[in-house]
């Protein structure tokens, strides 16, 4: 498991950098404001150019793609953490479609947006902020949180992920405090 340190006096900033990596098309102010609102919660944002969607991932039964294989295709990127962000329809073996997912205690980790619209912009990207903190998570060693306001919080449906806040809680800090 990789090592990590929260920032002096701060427990609502980590000290990691986070690779963010577009994976096919998707609108630029999406990976604009989500390295942004990572900026605040993370020591070090580093964004890629777009990386092309492989087409193994792709499930013409289902019209979505495999997450899992989605992931595979950034295993050649460095980083402490690689977030793919998406504008494709996912899914995961025995879910329906997934928000996102991540290697827990890897390093890997993607977001979707294909699910996350809203009219108003804003509430898009707050969406795509917990979903990314959410998988960060999962990668750093956190498991799903029955606290239903931390971020940690697994999202049956798009509500859950409104209803739930944009970090940790007091609980899931004090796991990654222990875990350094």
Known sequence: MQKFDFLPRFRSRIEMT????PVGKIEEDVIVEIAERLRKRFD???VLD??????????PNRKQYNSSLVIRSLKDIPGDI????TSL????????????????????????TARLGHP???????????EAIH????????????????????????FDTD??????????????????
Request: aromatic share 8%.
């Open 44 to 46: 070090r944002i580093i």
């Open 18 to 21: 986070i690779t963010i990596v």
């Open 135 to 158: 998988e960060i998570g999962h990668v750093i060693g956190l498991r799903h949180c029955p606290n239903d306001r931390c971020v940690m919080h697994f999202s049956n449906s798009i």
């Open 82 to 85: 690689v977030l793919g962000v």
């Open 163 to 180: 209803i739930k806040g944009a970090w940790f809680c007091e609980r899931c800090l004090d796991l990654l405090h222990n875990r350094r």
């Open 89 to 112: 329809d996912l899914y995961a073996e025995g879910l329906n479609f997934v928000l996102g997912q991540a290697e827990v205690g890897g390093k890997y980790c993607i977001i979707s």
């Open 50 to 59: 777009e990386r092309p969607v492989p087409t193994a991932a792709f499930n």
């Open 120 to 130: 108003d912009r804003k509430i898009c990207y707050d969406r795509a902020e917990k």
